[in-house]
């Protein structure tokens, strides 16, 4: 496999807890300084991605059971990583993802309690065992968070139960314990206030990002 020369980050959190507002903020600065970067979001990214990301997300689909839904994330994630973020990565370009394989441990490997190892097996099939260099996990109180998702229009995962939500809660501060790469954020203050913890965490890794 070539080299990846570029600078993978990604941004997790449960429902609500401002992630995808920070992945902005922070690209727009990146950009405004002369970094090449790259946004992407989970599911998504791609054509496919989209796709799948439609099924997924689609309220109307509550018979889905957890096994198809945890496959058909991996899916819409293999073609993602195959047709985005590593050719970015071998540009040397700073790739942004909203969401990436942390969620579907918190999510389905913890909250639907499907296990971390078969998370973890296709991560290696799917993403090859790609890995962030830094991931920004954004911590919000659930009523906080789903008050926030409520207000957009919510998904069908933002539907379930209240305490599935607290479950993938759990689940992140448990993922930040055992992970170094991971930064537990806090997401209840303004936005401009978290932006700067988000901003303190990213700034020493750009010193060897091209740009």
Known sequence: MTERRGLFLTFEGPDGSGKSTQMRL??????????????TVEPGGTRIGEQIRRILLEPEHREMCARTELLLYFAARAQNVEERIEPALREGRIVLSDRYTDSTM?????ARALGAEVVEQLHRIACGGLQPHLTLCYDIDVETGLARARRRGMNRMEEQAMEFHRRVREAYHEIARREPRVRLIDGAPPIEKVFEATWGAVEPLLAGAQR
Do not use: I, S, T, W
């Open 106 to 110: 918190a999510y389905q490997g913890f």
């Open 26 to 39: 922070l690209a727009k600065k990146l950009a405004a300084m002369g970094y090449r970067v790259v946004e």
